[in-house]
């Protein structure tokens, strides 16, 4: 019998960001979640400090588990007529005061920063972890110790983001996606191999710690819906 469970979370928003490739003023986010973030999620929910000897504990035993973003489709109904909703990036932007320059030199003027969001996105992530993590995650996510967001803070939920723990896919089609398989829908899964992949992320988690955060590649592949 197997040991392994998928863990469902439910990352529906309406404004989320997935930071992947980041750097200075200008803060992107990708069109699907990212591992790195999503992991970072279940630390909050666990209550578990960036940096600290549990969370790195706690990483060791996750970060290598499959990962499946499945895009929800999302429709707006009115009478008789409905229509999809279309998934849009946005930029935000703030100013910052009291920076440094490269040289280490408080900077005397403010700094613009940009940030990007997708409004209106709907998630379906998929984790397939040891049964005693999915058991462990199922009760933190469902009560958690400090608060999840959808990639910021500024980014609140709007639906539980505990969706489920299931033995297999068939379970997952028969209780959220309304009897369809993943195929039905544009996903992003990860891939055993670089010849599987279609793309590679720097995205899988080694330290949250704010003065050293550290990553590994991820390779991933981009499923689109009904190929």
């Not at 379906?124 to 005693?132: A, F």
């Not at 369809?180 to 055993?192: A, E, I, M, P, R």
Request: hydrophobic fraction near 35%; charged fraction near 25%; aromatic fraction near 8%.
């Amino acid at each position: 019998m197997s040991n392994k469970k998928i863990l469902a979370l439910r990352l529906s928003g309406v404004m989320q960001s997935w930071g992947y490739n980041s750097e200075y003023t200008y803060r992107n986010s990708g069109l699907f979640p990212t591992k790195s973030a999503v992991l970072g999620l279940c630390c909050a929910a666990k209550g578990l400090n960036r940096g600290s000897q549990e969370e790195q504990e706690f990483l060791e035993t996750i970060v290598d588990c499959s990962m499946t973003a499945i895009a929800l489709p999302r429709t707006q109904t009115a009478g008789e007529k409905s229509w999809s909703i279309n998934v849009r990036r946005i930029d935000d932007f703030h100013t910052v005061e009291k920076t440094k320059t490269a040289a280490g030199k408080l900077n005397p003027h403010a700094v613009m920063t940009y940030r990007q969001y997708l409004c209106d996105a709907d998630f379906l992530v998929l984790l397939e972890v040891d049964t005693d993590i999915a058991d462990n995650l199922k009760e933190k996510l469902t009560d958690p110790d400090w608060g999840i967001w959808l990639g910021r803070k500024s980014c609140i939920p709007s639906s539980p983001v505990f969706a489920g723990v299931f033995s297999n896919l068939d379970e997952v089609s028969s209780n959220l996606l309304e009897g369809q398989s993943l195929s039905y829908f544009t996903c992003q899964k990860d891939v055993n191999s670089w010849e599987q992949g279609t793309d590679t992320l720097m995205d899988k988690p080694i330290d949250y710690a704010i003065d050293k955060r550290d990553r590994n590649q991820r390779r991933v592949k981009i499923c689109e819906a009904g190929r």
